[in-house]
């Protein structure tokens, strides 16, 4: 019994330690978004422009992330996640420095990259950690979504003591996240069998690119908004940069709710079913913040939030259990790969901006958790793996399912 307790307590040690050092590196993708209307400002960057902020800081890591998780496949590097954690920091911290755009682009691609080797490892050791739990990986979870609440709130108060020129004071969560890995890696050292694992089960990789599609559909929705929400704020409310910032950080305080009703709602019922409701949520959320005018603009954005983050923690452990073999390179396609290609539809959306208005660049974004719904009703629940002998590489069908 007293040494079950001492697993339990350990256990759930390095599940906080996890989720605070994804919360220093996750404010650094909050941070590009958080950003963008002080290089408007002071920049007179145009909304296309300010896309391809967004989409530097996801484009590399878009590719990063799954050789980074092929990688995480074969070695347990748990180094990567103090020494991502500062690479993050330093590209966001040098990202205001110089008047240069070229140069803005080199240093938010390289926030980027340490963001995508940041993820497949820590999930992976996450996911080791949770013992299965959704509700542990919904908390894991919660500390990137803190992060990315804190971000426009934290970029906000920097910036209101000297703009752009003290984006080198942001490196310090950087810093802060890297030394409280090093009480993690000392755990992870002394832990039997913490090393890259083989999981029992059958590959389904027909199911994992349903998912993944999911996926990129509600990227495109949540890093469009995130992009342009806090402009959109202003035009809804008549309010100024505070209430952009504020329309930012319930953007991504919701999620952080939603993350850990997720888990909770997971455990009760299958992630499957969870996810579907989730979007449906998300796609009459979405359709108030783009037409709803006054105070109730900031309940649609909180709802979007919820509705998008609900899915969260769930899709990364769907796909793990999807690609039961693969682990790593599951957790780099779900975290990484689908989330940055999302990214790709920012400059889209600026550009039609620049061109008609913000309001009817938004609207396509309705469609989007439609799709995401429509796609996961082909998809469903998949046994959860065991840790243990290497799992076969043979596809199945996944069954129709569900509401």
Known sequence: MASRDHCRVRRNRSIILLAIGHACVDVYQGAVTALVPFFIAEREYTYAAVSGLVLAASLLSSVAQPLFGAITDRWALP???PVSTVLAGVGIGLSGVSGSYGLTLVFTAIAGVGVAAYHPESARLARRASGGSHTAMGWFSLGGNVGFAFAPLMVTAVMAGGGLRLTPVLIIPGLAGAALCLPLLRALRAAPGSGAESRTGI?????????????????????????????YAQERTGGGTSVGAVALFLLYLG????????????????RVTVVRWSYLL???????????????????VALTSAGLYIPFA???TLGQDYLPSRVGTASGITLGLTVSIG?????????????????????????????????????????????????????????????
């Open 314 to 316: 769930l899709q990364v």
């Open 255 to 270: 999620g952080a709710v939603g993350t850990v009703a997720g888990g909770r709602l997971a455990d009760r019922w299958d």
């Open 343 to 403: 990214g790709l539809a920012s400059p889209l959306i600026g550009a039609l901006a620049d061109a008609t208005s913000l309001r009817t660049a938004l609207m396509p974004l309705i469609a989007f958790p439609g799709l995401a719904w429509l796609l996961f009703r082909f998809l469903a629940e998949p046994p959860a793996p065991r840790l243990g002998v290497p799992a076969r590489n043979e596809g199945t069908i996944g069954r129709v399912q569900g509401p």
């Open 282 to 300: 998300a796609l009459v959320a979405t359709t108030g913040v783009i037409f709803v005018t006054g105070p109730a603009f900031f309940m649609f």
């Open 203 to 231: 590959d389904d990789p027909r199911s994992f690119a349903i998912l993944s599609l999911a996926v990129v559909c509600r990227s495109i929705v949540f890093i469009g908004l995130g992009t342009f929400v806090a402009l």
């Open 79 to 81: 180094w990567l996640l």
